[in-house]
């Protein structure tokens, strides 16, 4: 069930309208986890299984690591990693792990073929196995103490809004708005069906209705693309997975608010990045931050030394690149990132004076070249496959617009780079603010315009089909 779907709209009414009628609020938390566990069994109803496990092995072990005479600590957390950690392991990397074993057999010089892995992959495993390991871990180290209500742990592992693609929202944020029932005004729900409609327009008209087509178009090409397509089809890619996923994360801050929940920011416009430290605290925050405190930190972080630093932000990035796919391009996706927050590191040890760091011409260069660099690195994210991205990327450095055909038409070309265009631009005004300090300066009579204008664009692009978002497959 996509939120951009008319089934979506419907179930989400029918919430909405329950969800008024004057129940007790224990009453209320027990719909919201049976409309959790329905939301996630539209896609395959078996795999609800998975999240159950998830929860009942993560509940109980973190009461027992709560107890007040805990033993067998260690193992009682390793219980929880594995369990989790397999489950994701099994059934995302199962196949890819077979797979590179056989190419690693065949570099050897041995020949071996396994059995093709038919594993589907559960919706959402990568999203909500962080979460509830997130839990148990704070629980372990201290940091948190084992919540009172299975229920309200349940649905915390459950919650429909996020559960598929996130934001991989921590206990602490959501459990303790379980504690009372939330008051929910038409402030709330008015905000919330903004960010809603807001999110839906980001993913059907700006992601898949102009973005979408220039990028796959350039990525499905049989022959080899120009210099000038290659550019237009990767800064098209940048802008639909920004507005396809934001759009996705709006939607699900939205449709929690509407319901009295709030669930953390997980963009700040990252194309007004100044370097890639900035990136990575304004992309996927939720994510990054996750890293940063159950991998990077326990890693050692920056505490020793430099050189473990770079080695600390280059394994965090990488096992941030596979977290995204089973694939080896991930990875190099991944790496990158990490090369590009240790040259940043080793760029910020040559002395500059403030005035030239925060001056005009600094600062734009320094956003233009982060996001060409993120642009860059964005092609091993949508290729499929290294033959390819080395292909674009070649075609990209070359910077020979004439010589080869284009296979973009003028207004498939001027059409992308409109949107990139006033992607970059919204980020670069937008930079310090968020879009509700932005809704304040607008005239209220104009919201409803605003908003019509959007809802009318997104009838029009549907066309029938609901597209599914990108972070879905990880």
């Known amino acids: 069930m996509l939120f951009n779907s008319i089934p979506f709209v419907i179930f989400f009414s029918c919430i909405l309208a329950l969800y008024q009628i004057p129940f007790s609020w224990r009453t209320k938390k027990i719909g919201l986890l049976v409309a959790s566990y329905l939301f996630y069994m539209a896609w395959n109803p078996p795999f609800i299984l998975l999240i159950i496990l998830s929860t009942l092995i993560d509940w109980f ?64 495993i990568s999203f909500y196995t962080f979460q509830t390991l997130s839990y148990t871990i704070d629980v372990y180290r201290g940091k948190a103490k084992p919540w009172t209500s299975f229920l ?27 504690r009372k029932q939330p008051v929910v005004g038409w402030d709330k729900i008015n905000w919330g069906l903004n960010l809603f409609i807001l999110g839906v327009f980001q993913k059907v008209v700006l992601a898949d209705g102009l973005l979408a087509p220039v990028a796959d178009k350039v990525y499905s090409a049989k022959e080899a693309v120009g210099s000038l397509d290659a550019w237009i089809g990767t800064l098209a890619f940048s802008g639909q997975i920004f507005c396809d996923f934001s759009g996705y994360s709006s939607c699900a801050i939205g449709i929690a608010l509407c319901l009295g929940f709030k669930l953390p920011d997980n963009f700040r416009f990252p194309y007004a990045a100044r370097g890639f430290s900035d990136f990575w605290q304004r992309w996927h925050i939720s994510l990054s931050s996750w890293l940063r405190d159950y991998l990077y930190i326990p890693l050692g972080g920056n505490r020793n030394g430099k050189t473990r630093t770079y080695i600390n932000l280059s394994v965090t990035m990488l096992l941030g690149g596979l977290w995204h796919g089973a694939s080896w391009t991930f990875v190099v996706w991944g790496g990158l990132h990490g090369l590009y927050l240790v040259v940043e590191r080793l760029l910020a040890r040559i002395p500059l004076p403030e005035s030239v760091r925060s001056g005009f011409l600094f600062r734009a260069v320094a956003t233009l070249a982060t996001f060409i660099a993120v642009s860059y690195a964005w092609v091993f994210f ?66 409803p315009i605003i908003n019509a204008v959007m809802v009318t664009l997104i009838i029009n692009m549907t066309a029938g089909q609901d597209q599914s978002f990108i972070y879905f497959q990880f």
């Not at 805990?70 to 193992?75: D, I, Y």
């Not at 921590?170 to 459990?175: A, M, N």
């Open 61 to 124: 072990v973190a009461k027992r690591l709560g107890g007040p005479n805990a033993k067998n600590r260690a193992a009682l957390i390793v219980t929880s990693l594995a369990t989790n950690l397999g489950l994701l392991g099994y059934f995302k990397y199962g196949g890819f792990l077979l797979e590179s074993f056989e190419q690693l057999l065949s570099l050897a010089g041995f020949q071996a073929s396994f059995p093709q892995s038919d594993i589907i992959l559960p919706v959402g």
């Open 152 to 178: 309200d742990f349940a649905l915390y592992v459950s919650f429909f809004p996020q559960l598929v693609a996130g934001p991989i929202v921590r206990s602490d944020v959501f459990l303790p708005q379980c």
């Open 382 to 447: 949508r290729a499929t496959g290294f033959g390819q991205a080395f292909d674009i990327v070649q075609a990209m450095s070359s910077f020979t617009l004439l010589g080869s055909a284009s296979i973009l038409t003028p207004l498939e070309s001027v059409s992308a780079m409109l949107a990139v265009s006033g992607i970059l631009l919204s980020h670069w005004l937008l930079r310090n603010r968020s879009l509700e300090q932005l809704s304040y300066t607008v005239p209220w009579p104009l919201h």
